[in-house]
């Protein structure tokens, strides 16, 4: 495990290495316990480098066998070696030379899941970010490009297949029953991107044919007996490469597209040239045993990991603080294929909840950085919600601003200009600058500058001069290490509402530059006049969510249910009836605190009714608008001084008013959804089945929906239903025969199934209240848990810590202390899974002060544990400063 150097990497220090590495020929002799791999890689001095400066090359806790220079073995005076570092001191005078390494590793013990490791007896990599130099001595970065060959050697009977990177060149049987193949990359990469898979698997194949006609083989590689739950994945894979040759021009490279999935995998995906290597999560899927969401993460992981090849890998980063480039810029390619999948309104309220539930909570805690940090001490934490998924909102912003047309432009000088090449976000602004020849560099503030900006905006109304006017202010409160903020251009898509519900024309405006349905804020205030507009209209303001900003809308409560009733932009309208929810939620909080019951008014409750029976609009999106916000959105609306039980009760108890007094139209609705045709995983079979399940959740509120739960339970016929019905049983119903026996039953069913046990484990572990920290316990000796599996790992204690509110902020702390424990002890095998799992506490101070000393008291408690990694130390630390 790496200890903590204490070391901080800064962005203004980034120069060029001394030396390039223009090829790499890796041999793998692969062995559980002793591998040996021998690097044969042309090293190059650059120009202008003297020929005296030493050849520094990264390592990670790695045994040297051999080195040689150009066919010499080199003398001890002329390196030195540790696990970490190998320094070459005398360097040949030409500028090219030939290095030979050769290291050994032992793939079997390796639990960090990190360089060269075994999953299920299948060896294979996870060089992202810096696992390249667990294998052999490298220039272990990004800027460093590499054509790669790779022989792998390994017993037919343990591994007949053999992958690598690139296309296949030869393979043969050698003696004593080994065999070998050779791949060979003809693209220039960095090493983050070298991936080897060994083993015995089952193969799915297909073959695409591209937009200039070259057949590309597509094979995707399971545990053998699991082929026929790859079927989704591959059908995901070809729309994927379709989608990006149609959207963005983007045709696949090689003759092969691999993907490989294993069931220990500390991420969800990675993007190896040509050979994707997945957790298995995200590719098996059949009715019985996946869920639609499920289906939906396969696909736009597919799709994610697919449009890399030319987002990541034909254009990569210079260095690691430029993450973002190729992640947000990736998930937003891949929201575009969902959406252009799926039903996009759906897609995007979807994507919004989620930036709001993972982003907005840690841009404004401890851990806010920008989406391009200018410094680290870990790399690792910080494949984060804010280099994603903000990320992708800000290229969204651009394409806003732009328009479509100028930003496909835009996009395509981007894979002229930096294709080969290893780029940075000055880069990526450039191509939109030269495309439109607008100035975005106020703009770039977004990728410079943390923290979610906030507007307030109020209006007011003249008849008398026929005057609308807004009245926008724009603030970015202060962020660990930036007080001070500068102030932002954020493109605000609005529209002005008549009482029709039509647009209101007004005939012209002065105050900011108004284009296209967006307001662009650039200044500290903005003071918007609308001339022309003789009836006061509604606003609907951030359209689409244009920006990912907070607003403080001075608005009648009137408009709001206007809007949530009218408004065009189905986000719109969809927010601002979660808007109401989370203001009545917010009272009931507030009257639960005083003693008082809660009471909401009826007009909401009718809304509810009348957006689930409305045949106008889809389905899921009907699903997307009864959901209450989590007890999470809700605690983070709240802001400070948060009671988890008392927002817990104000959101059952909305829920409760919102069933009572929509009873028998759910109950018809529900009957009426009953879904008698054969299973399909599309979007709109999926929104009428989520629909169904929301108003069962609904229903089991009330009187007999105990037996409403177990029988839609007992009669579902995919793993949608079942799931839904499982997770009412157990969370409303906890404790009851019913619920007890779907838990005993389903177990009976998938024991021998992981990927199903997970969500047995996910839907005990987020069962409210505080009995449930024992349950979680006690599940940690279940013969379907593993500490040293990140799925079950993530499944039971990651859901336990951060989607079930009232259980871990248990008010005694005991949820804390198990936290602690758990936390340490998933540190000693995998450090990044363990950090990952510490930023659960991201939030503690916005507790109200009993728990908050006793959150702080588990966060000490692991700071101050011994031999702290890097990863888990960096998460702490930030945490409690
Ligand atoms: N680049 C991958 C994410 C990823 C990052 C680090 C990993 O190491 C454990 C694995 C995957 C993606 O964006 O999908
Ligand atoms: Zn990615």
Redesign the pocket.
């Known amino acids: 495990m790496r200890t903590d150097t204490g070391q901080v990497f800064k962005l203004e220090d980034y120069r060029p290495n001394d030396y390039l590495i223009p090829e790499t020929n890796l041999t793998f002799r692969l062995s559980p316990q002793a591998t040996r791999v021998i690097a044969v890689l042309t090293v190059e001095r650059r120009g202008g480098v003297s020929a005296s400066a030493p050849l520094v090359l990264d390592g990670d806790g790695l045994t040297l066998l051999r080195v040689e220079i150009d066919g010499r073995p080199l003398e001890p005076a002329d390196y030195m070696a540790t696990p970490d570092q190998l320094t070459i001191t005398t360097v040949p005078a030409t500028p090219r030379f030939q290095l030979v390494i050769e290291t050994e590793v032992a793939p079997a013990g390796n639990e960090t ?2 360089g060269l490791y075994r999953s299920s007896n299948v060896y294979c990599t ?1 060089c ?2 810096e ?1 390249f130099r667990r294998i052999t001595y490298f220039l272990d970065r990004p800027d460093v490009l590499s054509v790669y060959t790779v022989r792998i050697e390994a017993r037919r009977d343990e591994a007949p297949l053999l992958l690598s990177n690139g296309n296949p060149v030869e393979s043969a049987d050698l003696t004593d029953g080994w065999h070998y193949a050779v791949w060979h990359d003809p693209f220039p990469k960095p090493s983050y991107l070298f991936a080897l898979v060994a083993g015995d698997l089952g193969k799915v194949t297909d073959s695409f044919v591209t937009m200039s006609g070259r057949k590309v083989e597509l094979g995707i590689y399971v545990e053998p007996g699991k082929e026929m739950l790859a079927g989704y994945a591959m059908d995901a894979l070809k729309r994927s490469m379709r989608w990006d040759e149609e959207a963005f021009g983007c045709e696949y490279d090689l003759g092969v597209f691999n993907i490989v999935a294993v069931s220990d ?7 190896n040239k040509g050979l994707n290597i997945f957790n298995d999560k995200y590719v098996l899927a059949d009715q019985e045993t996946a869920t639609d969401a499920d289906f939906a993460n396969i696909e736009a ?1 597919i799709a ?2 697919y449009f ?1 090849n030319w987002t ?1 890998n034909r254009i990569t980063c210079r260095d690691w603080f430029q993450l973002c480039l ?2 947000g810029l ?1 998930v937003f390619r891949d929201h575009e294929f969902s959406a252009d999948q799926r039903s996009r309104a759906v897609k995007r309220i979807a994507e919004v909840r989620t930036l709001r539930a993972h982003q907005f909570p840690e841009d404004q805690g401890p851990l806010a950085h920008p989406v391009r940090p200018r410094r680290y001490r870990e790399i ?1 934490n910080f ?1 984060t919600a804010t280099v ?1 998924e903000k990320g992708s909102e800000v290229v969204r912003m651009i394409r806003t601003i732009l328009g479509d047309e100028t930003f496909r432009a835009g996009m395509n000088l981007y894979f002229e200009r930096h294709d080969g090449q290893a780029a940075t976000i000055e880069d990526f602004i450039k191509v939109f600058e030269d495309a439109s020849g607008r100035d975005l560099q106020q703009f770039a503030l977004w990728y410079h500058q943390a923290g979610t900006p906030n507007l307030t905006v109020s209006s007011t109304h003249n008849p008398g001069s026929r005057e609308f006017t807004l009245e926008i202010e724009q603030s970015v409160p202060p962020t660990p290490s930036e007080s001070r903020k500068r102030l932002m251009h954020i493109p605000l898509a609005f529209g002005l509402v008549g009482a029709d519900g039509e647009p209101v024309a007004y005939s012209s405006v002065e105050g900011a530059t108004v284009e296209n349905g967006v307001i662009h804020i650039r200044k500290r205030r903005h003071v918007v006049r609308f001339s022309g507009v003789a009836e006061r209209p509604a606003v609907s303001l951030n359209r689409g969510f244009s920006a990912p900003v907070t607003l403080s809308v001075e608005q009648k409560a009137d408009d709001q249910f206007f809007l949530a009733g009218h408004d065009s932009d189905a986000f719109s309208r969809w927010q601002a009836f979660n808007t109401i929810l989370t203001d009545a939620l917010i009272a009931a909080f507030r009257q639960i605190l005083g003693g008082k019951p809660s009471v909401f008014a009826s007009r909401l409750t009718d809304l509810a009714g009348k957006i689930a029976g409305d045949e106008t609009l889809e389905p899921a999106y009907r699903a997307l608008a009864l959901a209450l916000p989590s007890e999470a959105d809700i605690a983070r609306d709240i802001g400070k001084n948060i009671d988890p039980d008392a927002v817990f009760r104000s959101r059952e108890a909305l829920a409760l008013a919102i069933a009572t007094a929509n009873k028998k139209l759910f109950s018809d609705l529900y009957d009426h959804l009953v879904d008698d045709d054969a299973f399909s995983p599309d979007a709109a079979s999926a929104g009428r089945r989520a629909l169904r399940n929301i108003l069962l959740d609904y229903l089991s509120l009330l009187p007999a929906g105990r037996e409403l739960a177990a029988d839609h339970f007992h009669s579902a016929t995919n793993m949608t239903d079942r799931a839904a019905a499982l997770t009412v049983l157990a969370h409303r119903h906890h404790g009851s025969p019913e619920a007890i026996k779907a838990l005993a039953d389903f177990e009976a069913v998938y024991a021998d199934d992981p990927l199903v046990m997970d969500k047995w484990l996910q839907i005990q572990a987020s069962v409210p209240g505080p009995q449930t920290v024992d349950t979680v316990r006690a599940l940690t000796r279940h013969s379907a848990f593993s500490m040293a599996n990140p799925n079950r790992v993530r499944s039971l204690i990651g859901t336990f810590s951060s989607a079930n509110q009232t259980g871990f902020h248990r008010a005694d702390g005991d949820g804390y202390r198990f936290f602690t424990e758990t936390v340490l002890e998933v540190e000693k095998r995998n450090p ?1 899974v363990a950090a990952r799992l510490a930023t659960a506490l991201r939030s503690w101070r916005s507790l109200e002060p009993g728990r908050q000393a006793k959150a702080r008291e588990a966060l000490l408690a692991i700071a101050n544990a011994e031999n702290l990694s890097a990863d888990l130390r960096d998460i702490v630390e930030r945490t409690l400063v």
């Open positions: 899941l990190m996870q992202e970010a696992g995998f500390n991420m969800g995906a990675m993007e992981i994610h990991e890399h990541g190729k992640e990736t690792n494949y994603y990044q």
